[in-house]
């Protein structure tokens, strides 16, 4: 059974500070999808990132970078000078990668940031 | 439209009432998914289209949820004899093709059961 573990229920931080999520993942599946979601008081989920299980290379966009590590089974997501519009619950979400990216898809718990002024 | 549409928005319902939560994915998107996320939690899967069959319902709850997709677009959701712990948010999302394609989420409708 596959599993997603975010053991951050909140985090506060204040603006511009470095703020890094937490993610650890369990799976039986040698091949597998990794998601970050982010869910804003809207509660629409936005895409922000899909890894490959193979493809262990770390990943920065913007502000925004991810730290894969398979040996750890985790997948860590860190947000560089923080916003105040970065204040969002945070999800972190594990699939099969043969049946697609969504079909499975296995949600944490999410993590809420609240980034204050 | 531009994205995932799901009405209504909210819906509150009496208890053992029959409901219907729709989902327009985004043109040309052939899979189609439901999520229910309840308070404090992520979102769990329900139910994956690909075209106008589902293709893997394992995760509805039990046989008062059923969901349909008659065209191949739009998707009802619905749920019978509705209790007070089927009260969440309902989400709906599709991609293009269900395989290594992002899905894209709608913004949920909110069931509250009383």
């Known amino acids: 059974a596959q599993k997603v573990t975010q053991a951050q229920t909140e985090i506060s931080v204040v603006e511009k500070e470095d703020v890094t999520l937490d993610c650890v993942y369990e799976?039986?599946?040698?091949?597998?999808?990794l998601f970050w979601y982010k869910q804003p008081p809207s509660g629409e989920l936005v895409f922000l990132i899909r890894r490959n299980s193979f493809d262990e290379q770390n990943e920065i966009s913007g502000r925004y970078s991810w730290n894969f590590q398979k040996s750890t089974s985790s997948f860590n997501f860190t947000i560089t000078a923080s916003q105040v519009v970065d204040s969002a619950v945070y999800f972190c979400?594990?699939?099969?990668?043969?049946?697609?990216?969504?079909?499975?898809?296995?949600f944490g718990s999410g993590t809420q940031l609240t980034v204050l002024p | 439209g531009a994205g995932v549409s799901q009405t209504p928005s909210n819906k509150v319902t009496e208890k053992g009432k029959y409901v219907e939560l729709r989902c327009d994915p985004i043109s040309g998107h052939t899979a189609l998914y439901w999520y229910r996320q309840s308070l404090g939690q992520g979102p769990e899967f329900l139910i994956y289209f690909q075209g106008t069959g589902a293709a893997d319902d394992s995760g509805l709850p039990n046989d008062r949820f059923f969901a349909v997709r008659p065209e191949g677009s739009v998707s009802t959701l619905k749920i019978q004899r509705t209790e007070r712990g089927d009260s969440a948010v309902y989400l709906c999302?599709?991609?293009?093709?269900?395989?290594?394609?992002?899905?894209?989420f709608g913004q949920g409708t909110r069931l509250t059961v009383v």
């Open positions: 799976t039986r599946d040698t091949t597998y999808y």
């Open positions: 999302a599709s991609s293009l093709r269900g395989r290594d394609t992002e899905a894209f």
């Open positions: 979400a594990l699939s099969e990668a043969f049946l697609g990216s969504a079909r499975q898809l296995t």
